[in-house]
């Protein structure tokens, strides 16, 4: 065995990288050889499947498009574009990951526009000393939540920042997509009368996440709802119901969004908390947390704003649909006061459905 | 304030100072410290992660019988 | 779920109302003050208060943690928490409590002190043994409900030689209160008292027996459902309409007369009473809060730290002292709404959803409406 290294060095060879063990560097954003070897390693080849055709191998700073009409149907439908940031403790969680939600969040911005989604745009912040072996089970979720909601992931870019000043990783999602011709949807256009509509059940997404805070944790066979809602969309959109507003209750939950619907139409509600459904488990968790399922977010549920003649078309189209099994009339709009939610509650009193205040903290009092 | 809860307890550790709460199918580890005795399948009001006192169920059902009595005795007499 | 859902039915909500209705005495006003946050959290959150008889009027109490607690006691949190190398715990309830200069221990933690939110006290033990090179101070409020687990904890520090933990003492006292408010010099007029759910878990329902024998005056102690509430209101304009004056219970299920005998020895064994405390809204009250035991006095943060209290005013327009006291409503302070919201509170009244202002603001606001209509 002989100790002199070999001086015929092997041109352009780079070990590979270790997603078994490895972390990130911050030469992996440098935009050096770490930098391309982490995007043909862990991106390209994920995100390539989500596009089949479209990757080619120039590193140009943009995707080239196809010419319009993107797809059959859509001629001379508008463009819709959408802008997500993502930023979940933890990472991975019960029915979906930091992955998954990016993809969803924004492919469902689309949809509560009337759009088909078509096109994404990713850039990631990642913090050095993540585990490599987190950022590819990341970007395969990505991919796989890309590839079942027909979306395909034409770009992106990478960024490392330095330990400590990001909570692992975070995802920005851009999207583009194309609404039916005709298709007009704005949290504007609730008209007194109307009937509220809801997909299903409220507070799953936030009370799986909060499940696995640190602190907090505690069992409850509780999953993100976290789902691309497009296809829902689409089949609600076939029945030709006269709908007015989607949107999709994230952050701040559905009584949040509702009072931001009844704030931008200039409207006010009255909901019937009975017709609301709770998953029993989620309720029981908030309960002991101090919180209301109605402020806690979802990821793959949907409010319809429809004239009230269709309501019950509509709603048997959403039923008729694995996301909208759960659908619901909820309530309807009402003239005024305006910007004001009301419900019955459940217990046959009246109240006030308010905006989220603050950030849903657990409290004892 | 104090915003508590009932839960049966499913699970009494060796020290019998910490145990596991069911409520509606969320389950927590809490603190039995205050309790005197517990027993499986005992309810027990839970504030910030400890049993404060057992839940009487006996007496719970008779608060609620006691509804219901009141209830009977408000209906609309029969024709 | 079991023990909660049964209590929240809304037919038997009906019958409840009609037996009300029925019952009280049309010509006359019933004012019962419902002690704690907890009732009027649950008169607000499951529009009780649409389902009682006119005649019936509650007036919301002081019995809220976070709404007693004066601006000084916040400054005195933040400017512990602001010390080098101190990890702040807390409630989540606390965080954003108005203090000086337009801060709170959010706002603090804004500017770079580590506070950090638990679920219980042991969660602070917790964040004691990962960090033994930090101080880490747990910020205990509440009544006598939430002073034995901080018992219980500031115990096994001491078992386990956790040096690096202290407690800011916040506990204060449900009798004192409802004797300040009984007390004061022009006093609130009141027929009837619902008593706290969870306090008299601990302390039994032997305390309030003054209230009745001495002021003559009913008390019904309550669970915190919508039903153990009305059906306590009802107790009361029964006790109002025979002319008595006793302490009833309609929460045998949890309280019995005489208390948690563990829980309040424990107590006992770790804090002792302050000479005087100060409240917001009642002012400095003797006997009413509690402090570490002089054997536990190397865990009291304040003695750790020397941290004084400084007495802070409220804003010169806010009602909170008034609606603690029963003087006031919520909307009848001119900051109601206006610049005072849940968003960005002025008074302690707005910060807790239990407190009367947050509780009106969030869930009762439509009835004004319809008055005004």
Same mark, same amino acid.
């Given at each position: 065995m002989s100790d002199i290294p070999s001086t015929a060095a092997k041109p352009a060879y780079v070990r590979p990288l270790d997603l078994k063990h490895g972390r990130i560097d911050l030469t992996h954003g440098?935009?050096?050889? +770490?930098?391309?070897? %982490?995007?043909?390693?862990?991106?390209?080849?994920?995100?390539?499947?989500?596009?089949?055709?479209?990757?080619q191998d120039g590193g140009d700073d943009g995707a080239l498009l196809p010419d319009m009409p993107l797809t059959p149907g859509t001629a001379g439908g508008k463009l819709v574009m959408a802008t997500?940031?993502?930023?979940?403790?933890? &990472?991975?969680?019960?029915? @979906?990951?930091?992955?998954?939600? =990016?993809?969803? @969040? #924004?492919?469902?911005? *689309?949809?509560?526009?009337?759009?088909?989604?078509?096109? &994404?745009?990713?850039?990631?912040?990642?913090?050095?000393?993540?585990p490599l072996s987190e950022l590819q089970r990341v970007v395969q979720s990505m991919a796989r939540a890309a590839r079942e909601a027909e979306v395909a992931i034409v770009a992106g870019d990478t960024k490392v920042v330095e330990r400590g000043k990001a909570d692992g990783l975070y995802i920005s999602t851009t999207g583009l997509g194309q609404c039916r011709p005709g298709v007009q949807l704005s949290?504007?256009?609730?008209? +007194?009368? /109307?009937?509220? &509509?809801?997909?299903?059940?409220? !507070? /799953?997404? !936030?009370? =799986?996440? &909060?499940?696995?805070?640190?602190? %907090? $944790?505690?069992?409850?066979?509780?999953?993100? /709802?976290? +789902?691309? *809602?497009?296809? *829902?969309?689409?089949?609600? %959109?076939? #029945? @030709?119901? +006269?709908?007015?507003?989607? $949107?999709?209750?994230? $952050?701040?939950?559905?009584? #949040?969004? *509702?009072?931001?619907?009844?704030?931008?139409?200039g409207v006010g509600m009255q909901l019937d908390e009975s017709a609301i459904a709770v998953n029993p488990t989620v309720a029981a968790a908030c309960e002991f947390m101090g919180l209301d399922p109605l402020y806690m977010a979802n990821e793959g549920k949907l409010i319809a704003i429809c004239a009230a003649s269709d309501a019950e078309r509509l709603l048997n189209a959403m039923r008729a649909h694995p996301l909208g099994r759960q659908a619901c009339h909820i309530g309807h709009v009402t003239a005024g006061p305006a910007g004001q939610v009301r419900m019955r509650t459940t217990f046959g009193g009246q109240r006030m459905l308010d905006w989220l205040m603050g950030e849903p903290l657990p409290r004892i009092c | 304030m104090c915003l508590a809860l009932p839960a049966r307890v499913i699970d009494i550790d060796a020290t019998r100072q910490h145990g596991t709460v069911d409520m509606g199918g969320v389950r927590k580890q809490v603190s039995l410290a205050l309790l005197d005795e517990v027993q499986l399948d005992d309810y027990v009001i839970v504030h910030v992660g400890y049993a404060l006192t057992r839940l009487d169920q006996d007496e719970a059902r008779q608060t609620l019988a006691l509804f219901a009595q009141m209830a009977a005795d408000e209906q609309p007499s029969a024709p | 779920m079991k023990y909660v859902s049964e209590f929240r039915d809304p037919q038997l909500a009906q019958q409840l109302a009609q037996a009300m209705a029925n019952e009280v005495h049309p010509d006359r006003l019933y004012r019962f003050m419902e002690f704690c946050g907890g009732h009027?959290?649950?008169?607000?959150?499951?529009?009780?208060?649409?389902?009682?008889?006119?005649?019936?009027?509650?007036?919301?109490?002081?019995?809220?943690?976070?709404?007693?607690?004066?601006?000084?006691r916040i400054d005195m949190a933040i400017e512990v928490a602001r010390r080098p190398g101190v990890i702040l715990a807390s409630y989540g309830d606390t965080l954003r409590i108005p203090a000086s200069k337009g801060l709170s221990l959010m706002g603090a933690r804004a500017q770079g002190a580590d506070v950090r939110v638990v679920y219980s006290v042991d969660d602070a033990l917790q964040l004691a043994r990962t960090w033994p090179d930090r101080e880490v101070v747990f910020l205990a409020i509440g009544f006598e409900t939430t002073t034995p687990p901080t018992a219980v904890a500031i115990q096994t520090a001491r078992r386990e030689g956790l040096r690096n933990f202290s407690v800011l003492c916040n506990h204060v006292l449900t009798p004192a209160a409802m004797h300040a408010i009984l007390d004061q010099p022009e006093p609130v007029a009141l027929d009837g008292l619902v008593g706290p759910a969870h306090v008299s878990t601990i302390i039994g329902s032997r305390p309030y027996e003054v209230f009745a024998s001495d002021y003559h005056l009913p008390v019904v102690i309550a669970g915190f459902e919508p039903l153990d509430v009305m059906q306590a209101v009802l107790m009361l304009i029964r006790q109002v309409n025979e002319g008595r004056a006793e302490v009833e219970n309609e929460f045998t299920r949890a309280v019995n007369r005489e208390g948690n005998a563990r829980a309040i020895a424990l107590t006992d064994e770790v804090f002792a009473l302050r000479d005087q405390f100060e409240w917001r809204g009642l002012g400095s009250m003797p006997h009413s809060a509690l402090r570490l035991g002089d054997r536990y006095a190397d865990m009291d943060a304040e003695l750790r730290f020397a941290l004084s209290t400084r007495v802070v005013p409220d804003h010169p327009r806010c009602e909170c002292g008034p609606i603690l006291r029963g003087h006031k409503r919520p909307q009848d302070c001119v900051l109601f709404g206006t610049i005072c919201t849940p968003d960005q509170p002025t008074g302690a009244c707005m910060v807790s959803s239990e407190g009367a202002c947050a509780a009106h603001y969030r869930y009762g606001r439509h009835q004004a409406d319809e008055v005004a209509a």
């Amino acid at each position: 065995m002989s100790d002199i290294p070999s001086t015929a060095a092997k041109p352009a060879y780079v070990r590979p990288l270790d997603l078994k063990h490895g972390r990130i560097d911050l030469t992996h954003g440098a935009g050096g050889r +770490a930098s391309h070897q %982490l995007i043909e390693t862990v991106f390209r080849p994920a995100f390539a499947q989500t596009w089949p055709g479209g990757w080619q191998d120039g590193g140009d700073d943009g995707a080239l498009l196809p010419d319009m009409p993107l797809t059959p149907g859509t001629a001379g439908g508008k463009l819709v574009m959408a802008t997500d940031a993502h930023v979940v403790s933890p &990472l991975f969680f019960p029915g @979906g990951d930091i992955g998954s939600l =990016a993809v969803h @969040g #924004t492919v469902n911005d *689309l949809a509560m526009m009337g759009a088909r989604p078509l096109y &994404l745009s990713v850039s990631f912040i990642l913090e050095e000393g993540l585990p490599l072996s987190e950022l590819q089970r990341v970007v395969q979720s990505m991919a796989r939540a890309a590839r079942e909601a027909e979306v395909a992931i034409v770009a992106g870019d990478t960024k490392v920042v330095e330990r400590g000043k990001a909570d692992g990783l975070y995802i920005s999602t851009t999207g583009l997509g194309q609404c039916r011709p005709g298709v007009q949807l704005s949290g504007r256009l609730a008209q +007194a009368g /109307d009937a509220v &509509l809801l997909s299903g059940t409220v !507070g /799953d997404h !936030g009370v =799986a996440i &909060l499940s696995q805070r640190e602190g %907090l $944790r505690f069992d409850a066979p509780i999953a993100s /709802d976290c +789902a691309a *809602l497009h296809g *829902l969309v689409a089949h609600m %959109l076939d #029945t @030709g119901a +006269a709908l007015r507003v989607l $949107r999709d209750p994230t $952050r701040g939950g559905l009584a #949040t969004t *509702l009072n931001e619907i009844a704030v931008a139409s200039g409207v006010g509600m009255q909901l019937d908390e009975s017709a609301i459904a709770v998953n029993p488990t989620v309720a029981a968790a908030c309960e002991f947390m101090g919180l209301d399922p109605l402020y806690m977010a979802n990821e793959g549920k949907l409010i319809a704003i429809c004239a009230a003649s269709d309501a019950e078309r509509l709603l048997n189209a959403m039923r008729a649909h694995p996301l909208g099994r759960q659908a619901c009339h909820i309530g309807h709009v009402t003239a005024g006061p305006a910007g004001q939610v009301r419900m019955r509650t459940t217990f046959g009193g009246q109240r006030m459905l308010d905006w989220l205040m603050g950030e849903p903290l657990p409290r004892i009092c | 304030m104090c915003l508590a809860l009932p839960a049966r307890v499913i699970d009494i550790d060796a020290t019998r100072q910490h145990g596991t709460v069911d409520m509606g199918g969320v389950r927590k580890q809490v603190s039995l410290a205050l309790l005197d005795e517990v027993q499986l399948d005992d309810y027990v009001i839970v504030h910030v992660g400890y049993a404060l006192t057992r839940l009487d169920q006996d007496e719970a059902r008779q608060t609620l019988a006691l509804f219901a009595q009141m209830a009977a005795d408000e209906q609309p007499s029969a024709p | 779920m079991k023990y909660v859902s049964e209590f929240r039915d809304p037919q038997l909500a009906q019958q409840l109302a009609q037996a009300m209705a029925n019952e009280v005495h049309p010509d006359r006003l019933y004012r019962f003050m419902e002690f704690c946050g907890g009732h009027t959290h649950a008169l607000a959150r499951y529009g009780v208060l649409d389902l009682l008889p006119s005649q019936v009027q509650m007036i919301h109490g002081p019995g809220c943690p976070v709404c007693v607690l004066p601006i000084g006691r916040i400054d005195m949190a933040i400017e512990v928490a602001r010390r080098p190398g101190v990890i702040l715990a807390s409630y989540g309830d606390t965080l954003r409590i108005p203090a000086s200069k337009g801060l709170s221990l959010m706002g603090a933690r804004a500017q770079g002190a580590d506070v950090r939110v638990v679920y219980s006290v042991d969660d602070a033990l917790q964040l004691a043994r990962t960090w033994p090179d930090r101080e880490v101070v747990f910020l205990a409020i509440g009544f006598e409900t939430t002073t034995p687990p901080t018992a219980v904890a500031i115990q096994t520090a001491r078992r386990e030689g956790l040096r690096n933990f202290s407690v800011l003492c916040n506990h204060v006292l449900t009798p004192a209160a409802m004797h300040a408010i009984l007390d004061q010099p022009e006093p609130v007029a009141l027929d009837g008292l619902v008593g706290p759910a969870h306090v008299s878990t601990i302390i039994g329902s032997r305390p309030y027996e003054v209230f009745a024998s001495d002021y003559h005056l009913p008390v019904v102690i309550a669970g915190f459902e919508p039903l153990d509430v009305m059906q306590a209101v009802l107790m009361l304009i029964r006790q109002v309409n025979e002319g008595r004056a006793e302490v009833e219970n309609e929460f045998t299920r949890a309280v019995n007369r005489e208390g948690n005998a563990r829980a309040i020895a424990l107590t006992d064994e770790v804090f002792a009473l302050r000479d005087q405390f100060e409240w917001r809204g009642l002012g400095s009250m003797p006997h009413s809060a509690l402090r570490l035991g002089d054997r536990y006095a190397d865990m009291d943060a304040e003695l750790r730290f020397a941290l004084s209290t400084r007495v802070v005013p409220d804003h010169p327009r806010c009602e909170c002292g008034p609606i603690l006291r029963g003087h006031k409503r919520p909307q009848d302070c001119v900051l109601f709404g206006t610049i005072c919201t849940p968003d960005q509170p002025t008074g302690a009244c707005m910060v807790s959803s239990e407190g009367a202002c947050a509780a009106h603001y969030r869930y009762g606001r439509h009835q004004a409406d319809e008055v005004a209509a």
